[in-house]
């Protein structure tokens, strides 16, 4: 980002890079224009993350629209630091094996509209933040294979951070070790919060990746509008359709109220 100055946009067109960036304090947005399904970051060295807060970025630099692949240390992925407060928003963060591939340590950073999914290693997401309070909203995390949580382990030194209109559903495994503040949110096996919901929340095909929300989800309508984003990852205004309530997670089903799930009723007899 060197030669890049303060309150400019970097937009990226799609395809697939290998690159590591430090924004070293810059104000800038960086936006993969076709989305994060068209737009692939990988580390150029594997050693350093992918991107990186280091020196008190502020609200207003924003990445956006890119998936973030193949990133193998601790925060190789994302790496919210130094005192920083940036958005990392529509991103998918999969198939890495790192050792936490989102790392907040002294940051009020916010991951908004997010998917992560399908990583294997430590917990997706880990806290070392002190008096921070960073923020998680609208993301849905299924799938991360895990020793520790599916989610997020936070320090013991950390503030809680916030979860809200999150979908926590990575079987096998606890989703948050540690204490943080969840509302509007679907979790496996449940915590402690406000609407926090332990049901299945029906992805369209986790087999295929589409966590998108079957029209029968419980995570439809569910979700509060206090802080949530205007549009979901695919761009869709939120809520849908208007004048109905938010879903949780990264996408917005059409539907403003979960559908009745269809039921198939066998009935003994002759049909011949």
């Not at 809520?239 to 403003?256: H, M, Q, R, V």
């Amino acid at each position: 980002m060197n030669f890049v100055q303060n309150s400019q946009s970097v937009l990226v067109d799609s395809g697939s890079y290998s690159t590591n960036i430090d924004f070293d304090g810059k104000i800038i947005t960086l936006k993969g224009i076709q989305g994060a399904s068209s737009t692939i970051l990988t580390p150029a060295n594997p050693n350093l993350p992918i991107v990186k807060f280091s020196n008190n970025e502020t609200s207003s630099t924003v990445v956006e629209g890119f998936s973030f692949h193949n990133s193998e240390i601790y925060g190789g992925a994302i790496s919210f630091g130094g005192n920083s407060n940036p958005v990392v928003k529509n991103c998918v963060i999969s198939n890495t094996i790192s050792h936490h591939p989102i790392t907040f340590i002294h940051s009020d950073g916010t991951l908004e509209n997010c998917v992560i999914a399908d990583n294997e290693g430590y917990s997706p997401l880990h806290f070392n933040a002190n008096s921070y309070s960073p923020s998680i909203i609208n993301c849905t995390f299924a799938n991360n294979i895990a020793p520790d949580a599916g989610v997020a382990q936070m320090s013991t030194n950390a503030q809680p951070p916030s979860f809200i209109n999150c979908v926590m559903w990575n079987p096998g495994v606890i989703e948050l070790d540690g204490n943080a503040n969840v509302s509007y949110s679907i979790v496996e096996g449940g915590y402690t919060g406000t609407v926090v919901i332990d049901l299945d929340p029906y992805f369209i095909s986790g087999a295929d990746r589409d966590y998108r929300l079957h029209d029968y989800s419980p995570g439809i309508g569910v979700g509060t509008g206090t802080n949530a984003p205007v549009n979901d990852i695919d761009g869709n205004p939120r809520p849908l359709p208007s004048g109905s309530s938010w879903d949780i997670g990264a996408y917005e089903n059409p539907f403003g109220t979960a559908q009745h799930m269809p039921i198939t009723i066998h009935v003994p007899g002759d049909y011949a």
